[in-house]
């Protein structure tokens, strides 16, 4: 069983920054086996950063140069670093990992960009 828990999302102005943090606990491979992704309002789930089978991060095509995605294995926290922030990103965050066959989620965190 793994449990992934999400914080860091709020309200933030157009160009802001914010930092998500996702925590988990269980058994599952590790930081480079974690991903964010993220639900816009009335849109579905779409994947945001994550890290290929070699290690390197990989982003969306939307959030590339604005959003910085790492791990501490040790603490075995995931983080997502987001400048620039546009209203487009307005969406629910979630953190997520797949062990074998079986996709965990966290329960989400709200980022909102708005004036």
């Known amino acids: 069983q793994v449990t992934l828990v999400e914080s860091g999302g709020g309200l933030v102005q157009p160009g802001g920054s914010l930092r998500l943090s996702c925590a988990a606990s269980g058994s599952f491979f590790g930081i480079n086996a974690m991903a964010w992704y993220r639900q816009p309002p009335g849109k579905q789930r779409e994947l945001v950063a994550g890290f290929t089978a070699g290690g390197r991060a990989n982003y969306a095509d939307s959030v590339k140069g604005r959003f910085t995605i790492s791990g501490d294995n040790a603490k075995t926290t995931l983080y997502l670093e987001m400048h620039s922030l546009e209203s487009e990103d307005t969406a629910v965050y979630y953190c997520?990992?797949?062990?074998?066959?079986?996709?965990?989620w966290g329960q989400g965190t709200q980022v909102t960009v708005s004036s």
């Open positions: 997520n990992t797949r062990v074998f066959s079986k996709n965990y």
